[in-house]
Each structure stands twice: as structure tokens, then as C-alpha cells.
């Protein structure tokens, strides 16, 4: 008898236990195997505290926090959903993503669910090749107004500049899009943003074919840019003020290509090479000392064969990045390069004659080599493989050596044999390519890169 009562009463204190008697690691427990969002909406709008406890669990998902308002729409089709979700999340998104979307379209959106202002969003991406819906001035302002705290904007679409300048907080700038574009960004807003962007260390205005922008010398006035991308076209203008420049650290030059196509008669005979290297050989000449990285596509760019035959210009003792890419020299053109001791990533891309010996005598001089791009280069053969594997074997290295082997006379062996090589100790094999390097037959596709080492002012700062 006193055993069924005791059962009896049991019973009556499970049915008194409600959610609102668990704490909240209990209900987090709970709350977290509702795997379906719009489910999820409905009991964060059950009370404040379920709220709270969404919230918190919302949150600790990455992807949560980046707004893309085509998935969200997908995933969320009742409006009220969406608007709530984006209510509740509107202090912890920390990126914007527009892909193919319409940026006054979003805006629009954004303004209709009563969203004005997303304070913690550092990080705006827009990009668009299929809308061809071109951000017209207001919608920047308005962006400005949607994002206050941006740090980094990237835009494929043109843009006349206008209001790019109240980002107050800008710090990296990407109007770069491979193709042309119907206008690029206007001269006076350039200035503008040059003079009042003050926290800006990024900036990328290059044109893909012909560029009409030209610098002033308002660049010095940028005291924090450390990474520049432009044409060589509105480089040419201030390139002694942009070589003042005291913390700049990467100078990435794109080569206009003023081609009329409708002219080409025969698309193979046709020299589609810019020789224009006045510049190319005054930053070596005014900046050699300081150069520790470069990079040439020499094939829209060939240089004479002596360009560098003294190696007047470069401080191998310094190097840590070389790209010669396309390049039609004999193999022993690139032992003047073999003795730097410092190279870190060496990349030799679609070299026509590069052979096996040339690639030793570089590993066997380049202590600090991480990064060996032979793609596209035929001359190279599996033994290589085996003469590089030997040798590292008997060196004290603390990192394995990247070979990066595309389209080489490495690809057949390494496919035929992918898992011996794959599981070899000293090196790894990738079809990709090297860290920062532009995608096909050059590291930098179609001109030339300059990485220079910190100054004397920045290091003192």
C-alpha cells in the first residue's frame, strides 16, 4: 500500500515539472535538438527568457552571423520569420553577402523590416555578374548609413566613388573585377577617399583592360596604406610619390591592354606583349634595397635577357618571393637566382625550359623554401621527385616543402602514384596554387608584383 502511494505521488511531482522549472542549461540542452529554424522562430516567441536562450544558441553558430538575405529568405519564406530572425540577429552579424543581388533591392528590404543600422558588420561583399544592377551613388550613402563600422568593402560592380569616403572606419578597399567594367570609379572621389579615409591599408582600384584613373600626389597623404593594386596607367602619374610612401608593403601593377579585338586578323600570330618596363626598372632602381618579394608575368611583359645580369637591382641576401613565370629562357638563366637564402616561396611557373638540375641547385641554396610552383613546366620529370624527397630526407627542416605540380612533367606520376606520394614525410604535393598567386599561367596574371620590407619609420613607430 505505502509502496503504490509512493508511486502515486511520483507521478503527481513529474506532472508539476514544466520547462519553465528547468534552468537554462537544461532548455539550452533541449532547445538545441530543434533542428529546424522556422521552429526554432516559434519558441524563441514563446517568452523573453526562450528568446534568450535561442539567441545564445543562434549565436554560437558561425554561419548565423554572416547575412546573406537570399539563404535566409530560402530558408525563412514567411516574412515574419525572416523579419524576426533578422531582428534578433541584427547585433551579432559581422559580415553582408550580396551575390548576385541587387544592392537597392537589399537596402529596400532592409528599410521595410525596420532594420537601419547593423553596428557589428566589418566585413561587405558584393559581387554581381549576372543582375548587372549597378549601385547607383544613393545606395552607397545609404550603405554608409546601414554600416557603420565597415572595415572591408568589395566591389565587382561600377561605382563612381561617391561616398565611399564616409566609411569612416575603411580599412581594406577591392574594386577589382575580371572584366570590363561599363565606368570605373571618378578622379574626384578617389582624392576624396584618399584624404579622408585615414585607417585605410588596402586599396585596389585596378581596371581589367584599359585604365583612365590617374594618381595624384594626395597618395603620400595616405601614411597607412600598406597594400596598393592599380594599372600601370594611373600609377605612372605618381610613382615617386607612391615609392614615399612609408608603410607601403605590397605594390600589385596591372598592365592596360588598349587591344581593338575586332582588328586581330589571326587570334595566333597576333603579339599581345606591352613592352612597357620604365617603370618596372625605376622601382628596382629606387627601391632595390628594400625589395624582399617579386613577381612578373613575362610574357605580356618580356625583359631582355640581361636585364638583372649583375643582380644590380635585387638583394638576393633578402628575397623571399621570386616569380619568373613564363618565362622562355635557357634553364641556366635562373642559377643567378639560386644562392638566396631567405626565399620562402619560389615560383617558376610555365618556364619552357626549366629542368631537374636548375630546381636542386635552388632547394639545395634556399634553406627556408616552403612554396616550389613548377606548374606547367614540362621539361621536369618524376625523378625530380625522388631527387628532392632524398635530399630533404638528410636536411634538419621544420616544415615540408609545398610543390605545387599543375600541368607539369610531375602530373602522370603523381596521379599513377598519388598515395606513396601523398603519404611522403618531407613534401606535399598540391594541384592548387601558392598562397596570394593570381590563378593560371603567372602568379601575377599580366604584370608585376613588388612586396618591400618594413621601413625604418614603421619598424621605429
Known amino acids: 500500500m505505502q509502496e503504490n502511494l509512493t508511486n502515486h505521488q511520483r507521478v503527481e511531482d513529474y506532472s508539476a515539472v514544466s520547462l519553465e522549472n528547468l534552468n537554462d542549461d537544461c532548455l539550452e540542452c533541449i532547445f538545441e535538438r530543434i533542428n529546424d529554424l522556422p521552429a526554432q522562430i516559434q519558441v524563441a516567441r514563446a517568452c523573453k527568457r526562450f528568446r534568450y536562450i535561442m539567441l545564445r544558441l543562434w549565436r554560437r553558430n ?3 552571423r554572416i547575412l546573406v538575405l537570399d539563404h535566409w529568405t530560402n ?27 541587387c544592392l537597392s ?29 549597378h549601385p547607383k ?13 565597415l572595415k572591408y568593402l568589395s566591389l565587382n560592380t561600377p561605382i563612381t566613388g561617391c561616398f565611399i569616403s564616409k566609411f569612416e572606419y575603411l580599412e581594406e578597399l577591392h574594386l577589382y573585377a575580371e572584366y570590363s567594367k561599363v565606368f570605373e570609379m571618378k578622379p574626384e572621389f578617389l582624392n576624396e577617399l584618399l584624404l579622408n579615409l585615414r585607417y585605410l591599408r588596402v586599396l585596389d582600384i585596378r581596371t581589367f583592360e584599359v585604365s583612365k584613373l590617374t594618381l595624384t600626389p594626395d597618395i603620400a597623404k595616405c601614411t597607412g596604406l600598406q597594400e596598393l593594386k592599380l594599372n600601370l596607367n594611373t600609377l605612372k602619374t605618381a610613382l615617386d610619390y607612391v615609392l614615399m610612401m612609408p608603410q607601403l608593403r605590397h605594390l600589385k601593377v596591372l598592365l592596360d591592354q588598349d587591344v581593338d579585338f575586332n582588328s586581330i586578323l589571326n587570334v595566333d600570330s597576333f603579339d599581345y606583349k606591352i613592352y612597357e618596363t620604365k617603370e618596372f626598372i625605376h622601382i628596382l632602381e629606387e627601391k632595390g634595397s628594400s625589395i624582399i618579394g617579386l613577381a612578373v608575368d613575362l610574357y605580356f611583359m618580356p625583359l631582355s635577357l640581361d636585364w638583372d645580369l649583375n643582380m644590380k637591382y635585387l638583394n638576393c641576401s633578402k628575397l623571399k618571393l621570386l616569380a619568373l613565370c613564363n618565362c622562355d629562357y635557357e634553364s641556366n638563366f635562373f642559377d643567378r637566382y639560386t644562392h638566396m637564402s631567405q626565399l620562402e616561396i619560389l615560383c617558376l611557373r610555365h618556364a619552357s625550359s626549366l629542368e631537374n638540375n636548375t630546381v636542386m641547385k635552388f632547394l639545395k641554396a634556399c634553406p627556408q623554401l616552403q612554396h616550389l610552383d613548377i606548374s606547367y613546366c614540362m621539361q621536369v620529370n618524376k625523378s625530380l621527385l625522388t631527387a628532392i624527397t632524398e635530399y630533404l630526407s638528410q636536411q634538419d627542416r621544420a616544415h615540408k616543402l609545398c610543390i605545387y605540380y599543375r600541368m607539369s612533367g610531375l602530373e ?8 606513396y606520394w601523398s603519404s611522403q614525410k618531407y ?7 601558392p598562397p596570394n598567386s593570381d590563378i593560371g599561367l603567372s602568379y601575377v596574371y599580366r604584370g608585376f608584383v613588388f612586396n618591400f620590407e ?3 619609420i614603421e619598424n621605429s613607430y
Do not use: W
Open 62 to 64: 558561425p554561419d548565423n
Open 75 to 101: 530558408i525563412l519564406p514567411h516574412s515574419e520569420d525572416l523579419e524576426y530572425f533578422l531582428q534578433a540577429m541584427r547585433k551579432e552579424f559581422h559580415t553582408v553577402r550580396l551575390i548576385d543581388e
Open 105 to 133: 533591392v537589399f537596402l529596400k528590404e532592409m528599410e521595410e523590416m525596420g532594420i537601419k543600422e547593423i553596428p557589428g558588420v566589418e566585413r561587405c561583399e558584393l559581387q554581381d555578374e549576372i543582375m548587372e544592377c
Open 137 to 149: 551613388d544613393e545606395d552607397i550613402e545609404l550603405l554608409t548609413k546601414l554600416l557603420p563600422s
Open 412 to 419: 602522370t606520376e603523381v596521379e599513377r602514384n598519388f598515395t
Open 427 to 433: 613534401v606535399r604535393l598540391c594541384f592548387d596554387f
Open 454 to 456: 618594413p621601413s625604418t
